[in-house]
Each structure stands twice: as structure tokens, then as C-alpha cells.
């Protein structure tokens, strides 16, 4: 199949769930359920790659700002040109270039639409407040050994990261990668136990009643959302599908052929999306519109994009169903979850931020 994939499609297989919360509840890296921390981190990508230049780079600045604390004055880059180029500073630990990169990168897995330079803005503020709840979890005594860091990931993943094999790709140390994978999980606890989802750690990080009660959903509460909300919960007939991006149409062609033989393309994990099946972008190319509609399960097919190549696989479809408060009460309590952590995340770090030094000014508007 061919035709240009727009970047309205790119859009439309953004995650269904992001019609019912903010994409500041996908950038903190929350995970919705009370005792489950996210999935383990993205691997670091290749050391080759390199952080797009802006067109037209503003005039350099003096060495001494970079280090200088935030003044409330701001940042001379738009959103759309974060200087990836030259690290961010939060208390003296450096945001480097290549975790900008690896995390934006991960961010577009479930914003395929999004420019990469916002990408880069919004990761940039997510990796500055985890440094300062993982300093502020390590302050209170929490610092997870080798041992505990595993058994977190285990609980997290199901399965203990491949350091080694992370850091080669990232070419940087092992110790390197274990440390971000420590500081991620360190951001993580300190969150969930100041809320009250968590208690392994209740000791060191007590709970906040202020922010457990933010966090805490009432069954009122359920029920007023329910009636402002429940169109948002109606769900439509739905194509559920894979997607793989690769770079080039060999390559997509290649792992297209594998997946018809039920097998997984080497080294990538697919993106699941759901997609309405009467409310698909009008922009899109009409052959792909009409795959996804009437195509059996198990089918598969490519389609361009901005970037590379699309491998599409369908996986299953969904009939329509009208919402009512019984079977929509779960979906309810995590969009409602994730707002309210969100919120505390929030404000834990504009209390921290008020105490820390940074750079540049901008660093932490999202």
C-alpha cells in the first residue's frame, strides 16, 4: 500500500485514553494503578545520535549563566527549539543532551503527531522534577541498592533491565544507566508514598494528608464526574492495531512479512492503538482508511509517514458501547487518579523547585 500518512492520522493513533486526560498525565510518568509503577524505562538511543540544531541558534550567551540559578525571567528558546545542545542544570546535575533525546523519543511512541522540538521541551521538564524527587526521596534516607532497584523494576516490569545491554546502546557506563534507572524509580516512590499508594518506604517518606486527600476519589465524587464526563466514556466501535516505524520500506517490508507469519520483528516493540472506526481523519489516505475499517484480524499492511515507514497490523476490533456508571467506574477512578497525581506531582515540585537552583528559567514550564 502506499500514500502519504499526514500528520492528522499521526494524531488519530494517539492513544484512545488521551481524549479522557491531560498530556501532562502521560509526560509525568504516573502509572494509573495504585500500586503499580511504570513500565521500565526506554533503552538510551544509539550514542551516535545526534540533538537537532535549531535554524536560526540565538547568539551565545555568556559561559558563567549556564550554571546561574532560575530569576524568574524567560528562556530566550521557544518551546519548539529546546537547546538539547547545551544541558540543563538542576542543583548542579546536568540534563544531558542524550537523555533529552531518548526521552522525547519515547514520548512519541504515544504522541506520533507532536513536533520533536516539543517533545524535547516537555521530556526536558520531565526528567528536571525527577531529579528533584529522587533528591528529595535520597535526602529522607531512601537511597535503593543494586538489590532493592532490581526488585522494584521486577515488581514494575516483570523483569530486571539489561543494564549492560542499555548502556552499550547509549554508549555510556553501566553504573551510568543504572543511575537514571534509579533516579526514575526513586521520582516514582517518592510520589507514590507522599500521596498514600504506597509503603514500602513509609518510614522515610511519610504520607501527606494534604495530598492524600487531593488524591483520595469519594464515590460523590465518582458520580458527579460520571454525569459532567459520561460522553466522554462512551466508546465508539473501535479497530484495535500495532504499529511499527521503521526508517525505510525495506525494513518495513521486511518485518511486515514477519508479523503475517506470526512472528515479532527483532528488536521493536509495538505501539497499540485504538481507533474509532466511524470518525477515522478524513485526510487519510483512502486505502488505509478503508484497511482499517473493513480488514480481518491478523492483517497487516504499511503506510508512509513523516518519519519512515508504518508497519500496521490489526489485532482486533471492538463493538460499541454506551457508557453507564456500573461498567464505567474503573476507567472513571483512574482518569480521575491520574489527574489528581498529577496535580500532586505538581505541587511537590513547585514547593521544591522554590528551594533549588536551575537553568535555564523556562526549565519546568510545561
Avoid at 547545551?86 to 513536533?115: C, K, M, Q
Avoid at 516490569?157 to 557506563?173: E, F, H, M
Wanted: aromatic share 4%.
Amino acid at each position: 500500500m502506499s500514500g502519504p500518512m499526514t500528520a492528522p492520522l499521526g494524531r488519530q493513533l494517539a492513544p484512545l485514553r488521551a481524549r479522557c486526560a491531560l498530556a501532562l498525565l502521560l509526560i509525568a510518568g504516573v502509572s494509573a494503578a495504585q500500586d503499580q509503577p511504570p513500565a521500565e524505562p526506554p533503552p538510551d538511543p544509539p550514542a551516535e545520535a545526534s540533538a537537532p540544531a535549531p535554524e536560526n541558534p540565538p547568539p551565545a550567551e555568556p559561559a558563567s549563566d549556564a550554571a546561574a540559578p532560575a530569576s524568574g525571567a524567560r528562556s530566550p528558546y521557544p518551546p519548539d527549539s529546546v537547546r538539547v545542545d547545551r544541558p540543563a542544570t538542576v542543583n548542579g546535575e546536568a540534563i544531558t543532551a542524550d537523555e533529552i533525546i531518548d526521552e522525547a523519543l519515547h514520548l512519541g511512541e504515544d504522541f506520533p503527531g507532536a513536533e520533536t522540538g516539543q517533545l524535547q521541551f516537555m521530556a526536558r521538564a520531565l526528567i528536571a522534577g525527577q531529579i528533584l524527587l529522587a533528591a528529595e526521596a535520597r535526602r529522607l534516607g531512601v537511597t535503593l541498592p543494586e538489590r532493592e532497584l532490581d526488585e522494584y523494576w521486577e515488581r514494575s516490569s516483570g523483569r530486571v533491565p539489561d543494564y549492560a545491554k542499555l548502556a552499550d546502546q547509549a554508549g555510556i557506563s553501566v553504573e551510568r544507566q543504572m543511575e537514571r534507572a534509579r533516579r526514575t524509580a526513586l521520582a516514582d516512590l517518592y510520589l507514590r508514598h507522599r500521596v498514600g499508594l504506597r509503603g514500602d518506604y513509609g518510614r522515610w517518606i511519610p504520607p501527606d494528608p494534604r495530598l492524600v486527600r487531593l488524591v483520595t476519589v469519594t464515590p460523590s465524587q465518582m458520580r458527579e464526574a460520571f454525569q459532567a464526563r459520561r460522553k466522554e466514556l462512551d466508546r465508539p466501535e473501535r479497530v484495535v492495531c500495532n504499529l511499527y516505524q521503521y526508517d525505510d520500506s525495506v525494513a518495513a517490508e521486511e518485518a511486515r512479512l514477519i508479523i503475517e507469519a506470526a512472528g515479532t520483528p527483532p528488536g521493536k516493540h509495538p505501539a497499540r492503538r485504538e481507533l474509532p472506526v466511524d470518525a477515522l481523519d478524513p485526510s487519510m489516505p483512502p486505502e488505509l482508511a478503508t484497511f482499517l475499517r473493513e480488514a480481518e484480524i491478523g492483517a497487516t499492511t504499511t503506510a508512509a509517514a513523516d518519519k519512515g515507514v508504518l508497519v500496521v497490523s490489526i489485532t482486533g476490533r471492538e463493538p460499541a458501547e454506551t457508557a453507564s456508571f456500573d461498567t464505567s467506574q474503573e476507567t472513571l477512578r483512574l482518569i480521575l487518579l491520574r489527574e489528581r497525581m498529577e496535580m500532586a506531582r505538581r505541587e511537590l515540585i513547585d514547593s521544591l523547585r522554590r528551594q533549588a537552583t536551575y537553568w535555564p528559567a523556562d526549565l519546568f514550564d510545561v
